[in-house]
Structures are given as structure tokens and as C-alpha cells.
T-cell receptor, first 115, second 114 residues
Framework: NAGVMQNPRHLVRRRGQEARLRCSPM?????VYWYRQLPEEGLKFMVY????????ESGMPKERFSAEFPKEGPSILRIQQVVRGDSAAYFC?????????????FGPGTRLTVL | GESVGLHLPTLSVQEGDNSIINCAYS??????FIWYKQESGKGPQFIID?????DKRQGQRVTVLLNKTVKHLSLQIAATQPGDSAVYFC?????????????FGAGTQVVVTP
């Protein structure tokens, strides 16, 4: 049973470039969450998606960041025109989404470095 | 704003001793709490959870205690082992609101010494 998969594991971008981070949820999971972690800090919620729907994007910066979870394929977190402050670890989690059971399983993360 | 926080940033524990990690939360509406363990370079790993209708829950070598009166959560690890060295996060959510949104504390680094 494969866990949550994220790729790439490490991504280096220059300022102004675009970053695309991918997340494949666990088998049977239809809910995906993205979190950002700065060094020596806790994870900060960004966005919660179901297939083809954004449920909660209250943690997403208003500009340059977008997320999608298409009917087919992985969830994508896209950061346009990256800046140095975007350097962080980005974690994806997935769950079955049952309202009474909320366990989220995390992927290994993508570490983004902006030069 | 409301947040989840931890009292101690680093906890040094001798192998074989018990560890206690504390967490304070301020959102009185939170009704679901989780402890995660994060090893260097890895994603958070679920340890144990507890709902607000409980005050104690036990797992294998771990116990979570919830005190809703003072909004306090703790994780107890029995007979701490070198493999327990990691950063531990508490997380909370209000499942009646956006139950997919976990709020994490800042984390406690646990260092197990021989």
C-alpha cells in the first residue's frame, strides 16, 4: 500500500520562475491538503481540496499561489514568480475525508529552494 | 489570533526514562487533537489522536491527555528509545468548521541520550 507520494523531493528555482509541486494521495483517499513548513517552525495550512473542488483555501497567499486536484492525476501546487521567501518544505496530506474520522497521512514533502 | 503552542522547544531525555511533551491551545472550539512525530527530512507521522469527548487515550508506549478546562494537551512516551528522537507537533482542528484544516504548534525537539 503506497503512501502519499510527492515529487520532486527537492526543487531549486531562481527568482521569478515557476514551481510546480505534485502530490498523489494514498489509494482510496479523495481529500488532499497542502501545508508549508518554514525551518524550525510548525506546519501552516494552505489549502484543502477534493477532486475538482477547492474546499478551503484560507491559508493560501492571495497572489502567485494556486492549487488544483483534477479528476485524473495528482494534485498540483503551483507557485508563480517565486521569491526567496517561498523557500520552504511543502507537505501534502491525504485522507478518506469521512467527517467523523479526520486522520491525515503526510507525504515526504518537497523542499523548495529559491535562489 | 488563536494558535496552538508548546511550552518547551527542546526536551532532553535519557534512554529508558519517560517523556512528557506539553501543548497549549487557545481555540475552545477545537474538538479533535493529534500528535505527530517528524524525523529529519521526513513528513509528519501520525502518533495518536484524541477527541474532545475523551480526556485520555493510550496507544503503544504513548498516552495522550486532554484537559479542556485549561486547554492543555500532553503526550507521554514510556521508556523512551533512541528512535523516539524527533520533533513532536500537536495539532488541533474544529471538525464542525473546516475539519480538514489542522493547526499545528511550533514543535518540541526530543533528544534521547544514552
Amino acid at each position: 500500500n503506497a503512501g502519499v507520494m510527492q515529487n520532486p523531493r527537492h526543487l531549486v528555482r531562481r527568482r521569478g520562475q515557476e514551481a510546480r509541486l505534485r502530490c498523489s494521495p494514498m489509494k482510496g483517499h479523495s481529500h488532499v491538503y497542502w501545508y508549508r513548513q518554514l525551518p524550525e517552525e510548525g506546519l501552516k495550512f494552505m489549502v484543502y481540496l477534493q477532486k475538482e473542488n477547492i474546499i478551503d483555501e484560507s491559508g493560501m497567499p492571495k497572489e502567485r499561489f494556486s492549487a488544483e486536484f483534477p479528476k485524473e492525476g495528482p494534485s498540483i501546487l503551483r507557485i508563480q514568480q517565486v521569491v526567496r521567501g517561498d523557500s520552504a518544505a511543502y507537505f501534502c496530506a491525504s485522507s478518506r475525508g469521512q467527517p467523523s474520522y479526520n486522520e491525515q497521512f503526510f507525504g515526504p514533502g518537497t523542499r523548495l529552494t529559491v535562489l | 489570533g488563536e494558535s496552538v503552542g508548546l511550552h518547551l522547544p527542546t526536551l532532553s531525555v535519557q534512554e529508558g526514562d519517560n517523556s512528557i511533551i506539553n501543548c497549549a491551545y487557545s481555540n475552545s472550539a477545537s474538538d479533535y487533537f493529534i500528535w505527530y512525530k517528524q524525523e529529519s527530512g521526513k513528513g509528519p507521522q501520525f502518533i495518536i489522536d484524541i477527541r474532545s469527548n475523551m480526556d485520555k487515550r493510550q496507544g503503544q508506549r504513548v498516552t495522550v491527555l486532554l484537559n479542556k478546562t485549561v486547554k492543555h494537551l500532553s503526550l507521554q512516551i514510556a521508556a523512551t528509545q533512541p528512535g523516539d528522537s524527533a520533533v513532536y507537533f500537536c495539532a488541533e482542528t474544529d471538525t464542525t468548521d473546516s475539519w480538514g484544516k489542522l493547526q499545528f504548534g511550533a514543535g518540541t525537539q526530543v533528544v534521547v541520550t544514552p
